[in-house]
């Protein structure tokens, strides 16, 4: 049996399938849709089937989940393991300033430990490498994404074991950065294709 092989989509066929989609979902009743809550304001997001991606936090890379707090007074630590005994002060009190916020989690540099995503009210973006903060870098500088993007979390999108970072506009659309980086960031939902009564859980 001879198979053609596979080709990407094209924009007017991705374009169509957007479309279709966006019929969809406009013609599903709310009644049909269970709310879904979250107990973690940062849940990750991730690709299931790739079993080298955890669904936890693991800052030391030993395979099991810890946990990351942030205080109100700036402070930020982890515990290993999820273990109050493993408890590590990331950054003391008045370190980090409260304009800054964590986002997500993910492997942005897919070395087995897990990054810390941050945003700051300005708009900055940041990345702490390994949860570290003498590994925090800017990925987008301040006033460069507009207020009205939010990060809604983090996953591994294309399955190249490198996170990436989701996106909603209050005007609907949605895009990816992938592997974390502004610089490839890509719209995969335009502006109105998905209405304002859907969220992403």
Known sequence: MNHRPLTPLSLQSLSAVIALLALFVATVPSSAVA?????FAN???????????VLSPDFDGNGVSDVL??????AAHIWDDGQLTGDRNLAAAGVVPDNWHIAGVGDFDDNG???????NDNGTVSIWDDGQISGAHWIANPGVVPSNWHILG???FDGNGHSDNLWRNDNGAVSIWDNG???AAHIVSAAGAVLGTWHIA
């Open 35 to 39: 709310p879904q809550t979250s107990l």
């Open 181 to 183: 980086q502004l610089s």
């Open 154 to 156: 983090t996953g591994d």
């Open 43 to 53: 849940t990750v997001l991730t690709d299931i089937s790739r079993p080298s991606i």
């Open 113 to 119: 430990r897990s990054d810390i995503l941050w945003r």
């Open 69 to 74: 707090w942030s205080n109100d007074d700036g």
